[in-house]
Nanobody, 116 residues
Framework: VQLQESGPGLVKPLQTPSLTCTVS??????????WNWLRQPPGKGLEWMGA???????HDSSSLKSRTSISRNTSKNQFTLQLSSVTPEDTAVYYC?????????WGQGTQVTVSS
């Protein structure tokens, strides 16, 4: 399974950017797969932001739940993260990752910088 993130790169404060993860080598509806979004701000640890399961069920981070929206497009084999009302504190490398039965697969990450 291969994952590739795409995103806007540079966004202004209070915008609502979307990031997309395109999956190849497997279907996002395959049983037991969870499709995750994570981020790592500069100088900080990795933060899990939420996931969408193979069934379509959404699993939200309690700390970000009010600002995130995760969805999928099964025809394109993609899943998407929207993050609302961004601030400079949302500047980070954003990763998508698949987890299944003890295994994980990661995208290379995409930088999102929030700046006016």
């Amino acid at each position: 399974v291969q994952l590739q993130e795409s995103g806007p790169g540079l966004v202004k404060p209070l915008q609502t950017p979307s990031l997309t993860c395109t999956v190849s080598g497997g279907s996002i509806t395959t049983d037991y797969y969870y499709w995750n979004w994570l981020r790592q701000p500069p100088g900080k640890g990795l933060e899990w932001m939420g996931a969408i399961a193979w069934s379509g069920k959404i699993h939200d981070s309690s700390s970000l739940k009010s600002r995130t929206s995760i969805s999928r497009n099964t025809s394109k084999n993609q899943f998407t993260l929207q993050l609302s009302s961004v601030t400079p504190e949302d500047t980070a490398v954003y990763y998508c990752a698949a987890t299944v039965l003890g295994r994980d697969y990661w995208g290379q990450g995409t930088q999102v910088t929030v700046s006016s």
